[in-house]
């Protein structure tokens, strides 16, 4: 079985930095792409960033130039660097795995969720 195990979600006050990780365990032989997603109280889940096995990557425009996403292919992992936090990036961060391949075959995970908190 495939899992995504997330961690480094916190309170942080504005202007600070986070650095979120997430690893996909199991039997994989593959992952296409890998990213995160936020969900705000009240609101849809958007796209955050993401990663492709290459290196391609993605961001929503509200967090470019602040966040840095960054995939480790051998270790199956993706992070999300966040720099100059504001409180409206306060979120539960989830962990988005695309085209993961493994022995029971092809399909999509997701984490659990992390809370990020930007306090002002």
């Known amino acids: 079985q495939v899992q995504l195990v997330e961690s480094g979600g916190g309170l942080v006050q504005a202007g600070g930095s986070l650095r979120l990780s997430c690893a996909a365990s199991g039997s994989i032989f593959s992952i296409n792409t890998m990213g995160w997603y936020r969900q705000a109280l009240g609101k849809q889940r958007d796209l955050v960033a993401a990663?492709?096995?290459?290196?391609?990557?993605n961001y929503a425009t509200s967090v470019k130039d602040r966040f840095t996403i960054s995939r480790d292919n051998a270790k199956n992992t993706v992070y999300l660097q966040m720099n100059s936090l504001k409180p409206e990036d306060t979120a539960v961060y989830y962990c988005n795995a695309r085209g993961v391949c493994s022995g029971y075959g092809c399909r999509d995970y997701w984490g659990q969720g992390t809370q990020v908190t930007v306090s002002s």
């Open positions: 990663i492709t096995s290459g290196g391609s990557t």
